[in-house]
């Protein structure tokens, strides 16, 4: 059980243009979701945290403009990455959480702006 | 606020020997729980073990299990029996707050040699 889902697992776009990232929980109602920044061989970074059918909750220093975070369903929730640029390349992953403290993550998306 | 110190960088033991990684943590939370996870190479966050700060009692999950020092805030993990397939990066990561986000350390990479 405790399964959570990320599509695509690796994107390339070209900078300027806009990049959504698919999270969900695929056996449990996640009522929380949370989004991470990794770079090479760092740890995990909170960019923000979603509760389902409200606004995300953006760490300090995270551009919320730029990262549009959408938390709709009790399965879904979407990162969308705003007008990409290369600095925004990385590897992003979400977790989701559901009536619980514990968070299970997906198997993360890695992001190429060109 | 939590703060995390995994003061091991980079570990290696032989297969099936015994190893240990340490942790100290810092946080303004009375309810909290502590967490170690591993990142293998493929990158997909895996939870270890759970710890609930407010039992005595160390957690245990098969060959892992914690010694947890609530007054030291100290959050060791032992892995009993190594295998080639626990080699990856380890994260500890106290949790607490309203939505229980986690804070990581920087992690420590231990590396199982046959």
């Known amino acids: 059980g405790a399964v959570v889902s990320q599509h695509p697992s690796w994107v390339i776009c070209k900078s300027g243009t806009s990049v959504k990232i698919e999270c969900r929980s695929l056996?449990?109602?996640?009522?929380?979701m949370f989004w991470y920044r990794q770079f090479p061989k760092q740890s995990l970074m909170l960019m923000a945290t979603?509760?389902?059918?409200?606004?995300?909750?953006?760490e300090q220093g995270v551009e919320k403009d730029k990262f549009l975070i959408n938390h709709a369903s009790l399965t879904l929730s979407t990162l969308t990455v705003t007008s990409a640029h290369p600095e925004d390349s990385s590897f992003y992953i979400c977790?989701?959480?559901?009536?619980?403290?514990?968070?299970?993550f997906g198997p993360g998306t890695r992001l190429t702006v060109l | 606020a939590q703060t995390v110190t995994q003061s091991q960088p980079e570990m290696s033991v032989q297969e099936a020997e015994t190893v240990t990684l340490s942790c100290t943590y810092d946080?303004?939370?009375?309810?909290?729980?502590l967490f170690w996870y591993k990142q293998p190479p493929s990158r997909q966050m895996i939870l270890v073990i759970r710890?609930?700060?407010?039992?005595?009692q160390n957690a245990t999950e098969n060959r892992f299990s914690v010694n947890f020092q609530k007054a030291a805030k100290s959050f060791s993990l032992k892995i009993s029996d190594s295998q080639l397939g626990d080699t990856a990066m380890y994260f500890c990561?106290?949790?607490?707050?309203?939505?229980?986000?986690?804070?990581f350390g920087k992690g420590t990479l231990l590396t199982v040699n046959p």
């Open positions: 977790s989701a959480s559901g009536f619980t403290d514990t968070q299970y």
């Open positions: 056996d449990f109602q996640a009522t929380t």
């Open positions: 979603s509760n389902e059918g409200s606004k995300a909750t953006y």
């Open positions: 946080t303004s939370e009375s309810n909290y729980y």
């Open positions: 710890q609930e700060a407010y039992k005595q």
């Open positions: 990561a106290p949790s607490g707050g309203s939505n229980y986000k986690l804070t």
